[in-house]
């Protein structure tokens, strides 16, 4: 298949220079070669939430939900649950699924579901023009926090962490090969995947310079090693100063699966009739 | 023997509710239809719980306020429900707890304790020892006892069988209930029965975070999951299962969410996805006491309006409000049915006393209720999510189908669900979402949306649990009575001819503003009369009664 063949006659209005085309475009052409890897693209179901990122569905001729802002998780969770042949990847802002949706995206790793969830981490909330996000440095100043935000950063790589996801990974918008790696890698996983992408929003925080002076490939980490993980997620915190960025894979384990381990009682043919009667008479 | 009233009364823990299905039951099979209002605080342990079980040869759907028997765990019960009492009743009573003092009626005191602690019994088993004696007291045979007993009880059977035999011998004959020459029917709560409905019109998953008085047809749906193969989740909050549901729907399995009004809530921008989005989704709404926590174990009906209202932006949807178990059984299935026919949002409205009420259930006079075919795509061309169609309803595909796509969007979008901002998109698949609501108003016209019983000039005019008590009310003052089951779309010419030749409409509600009457206002139905109760418990047949009396009078 030819990435080319995925995309659809939707207008693309992202701004020039956007780091989203980079995930798009990294996208489409892990995609189109699992088609042909036993990964067939009508088994493939994106779910995105709303803000620049969720876009991306409109962009990409593939069967999507395109669901509202912080709810990717639960709609993508009934989808796998429904049928487990489907491969179900996510798409969020670091708005959307930190701040609206934290508590889906903290259940989705506690359960270990077989998804992938790919964060357009841009760290400001870019189509309502520019407020600080949860994973803006302090002292940000948006239209929000004009005086420079107060609260330190979270670090959503140490929370999939500890919350149970099986696949962690960051990676960055310059550097497609690290990228389409890491994404290959995630959606192959089996549990929950989450890849942490530093997408620049050109408009609103544009961070190339810095991002492309401190990022770095980690080689040769155990990332069988929980504690190792722990150590590398760590060494960088989102803040604004000149500590070193780790990009790559930090941690994967095989672990049991929500949806391998989910009562998935079989649809099979059930006599319905005979077993309400069967109801009722309990109920005499 | 038109009526007979049983209360039997203790503190949480005491298995009260259980207690209370027992007595039901034993009614049941003596011919006698049943219903059972439950009393309890939002509590665990300690507190006053209470069953109110009536038993009549008519069919029934309210409790009356005084008792034939009252039974008394503990000394709480006996001085709360003194008031009960006629100079006919008979108390039965623990006699190691309870000081058999303040009624003039004759009694029997039961030496519960002292017959535990000789076998050995456990507390739970005071509630088997006294209904024993209940049985003696009012002429059921053993037999009829142990039937019930052998059926019902799981653990220490033989133990229990013994107690109640000791409680039995232990008290005296006070009447003998006759034996009706009717068939004996099960007992089941408003929920049980919404579950059994929807499960019999094709139900796939069901979704729910507990919330009283919700929180059974969970428990009922996960126990009966593996018979049924059913899918059951219980995820985070209540957002996860509005969107859950519409996961599972793309996918194709039909599913269900139950909540209370503060679940809800959460769910009201899921609800308005599912109207954009056109995601099929039942949801079940138990009104209790509000706002916010309220009376969490009390009933109401307090959310018509909010229901009717909820979501941003227009979309049509299904509201229906059934007034007892078999009402919640045929019409669950039937909202299930037109989630999926109109991809439409569908509502039970239900409330805490239709939920966790008991009802006898007669399943051949519930309707004939089936799973009905919705339109499915049919595999030519390019598959078009949002296709127009003449009823506005496009045919349903689920993935994966190769060499197509299925995109669902919240936004405003193109019949293939990419986004747009156009004008003319915008309006015409807002017409089509409205169109969708005239098609499923026109398929609701070969339905009962609106019930009439009784001739006068004066009608009740009602929805949900209060219909048991207005149909009662109704046929004993000689009115009308006429509720309204489906309350969007309005059945408007339906209830106009329920209407036509009144001269009075009093409308009969469990809230304070009267909502249905607010509703019927909008498209012109007046109502002269409101009779209104707002403190969270139901209306006993003596409550309407006094009401109507100075109304009419």
Redo the contacts between chains.
Sequence with gaps: MNPKDLT???KNTWCPGCGNFSILSALRTVLAQLDGEGV?I??V?L?SG?GCHA?I??YL????????HG?T???????K???P??KVICFSGDGDSLAEGL??L??AAKRNIDLTMILHDNRVYGLTTGQYTPTSPQGFRGKSTPLGSVELPMNPLELMLVSGATYIARGYTHGLDLLQRLLREAILHRGFSFVDVLQVCVSYFNMYETYNKRTYEVKGNDTGSFEQAMKIIRSWNYDGGETPIPLGKFYQADLPCFDQV???????A?D??A??NE?????? | MDNFSTLIGGIAGDGINEAGVTVG?LF??LGYHIYMYYDYPSLIRGGHNFSLVRASSHKIGTHMDQVDVLIALNQETLEKHLGRLKDSSFVIYDMDKVKAEGFKQKGCGLPVSGILKEEGALPIMRNTCILGGFCRVVGIEWAVLEDVLR?HIPKKLEQNLQVARRGYDSAVEFCRVEKLDMP?????TGN?AIG?GL??AGL??Y?AYPMTPSSSLLDFMAR????????V?H???E???M??????A????K?AVGTSGGGFCLMT??LS?AGM?EMPVVIIMGQRTGPSTGLPTYTAQGDLHFILNAGQGEFPRFVVSPGDAEEAYYWSGVALNMAWKFQVPAFILSDKTVSEGQYS?D?AAAGDLREEAYPLWKGQGRYHRYQYTETGVSPLAF?????????????A?DEY???TEEPKITKDMNDKRLLKGGSLAKDLEGYETVKVAGEGKTALLFWGSNKGVCLEAAEKLRLRAVQVLVLSPFPEEKLKEALAGIERVIAVECNSTAQLARLAGCYGFKTQDRILKYDGRPFSLNDLEAELGKVLA
């Design positions: 659809t006659y939707a067939p009508e088994n179901v779910v709303i876009k569905v409109d001729n593939i069967n999507s939900f395109y669901s509202i709810r998780m639960p709609v993508a969770t009934a989808i649950l429904a049928n042949d489907l508590d889906h903290v259940f989910f009562p998935g009682y079989e649809r099979k059930v319905r009739d077993k309400m109801i009722l008479e309990n109920f005499i | 039951r049941s099979r059926k004996t029917l099960p007992i089941m049980q059994l499960i019999k796939g998953a979704v009966f999951a593996p018979d049924f193969g059913l899918k989740v995820p985070e909050n957002i996860a299962v969107l859950m549901a519409q996961g599972f793309y996918a194709g399995i599913a921008e899921g996805l989005a259930f399943l993935p994966p189908q190769k060499g197509q796509v299925i995109k669902v969007d919240s936004y979008h669900g990419i986004t």
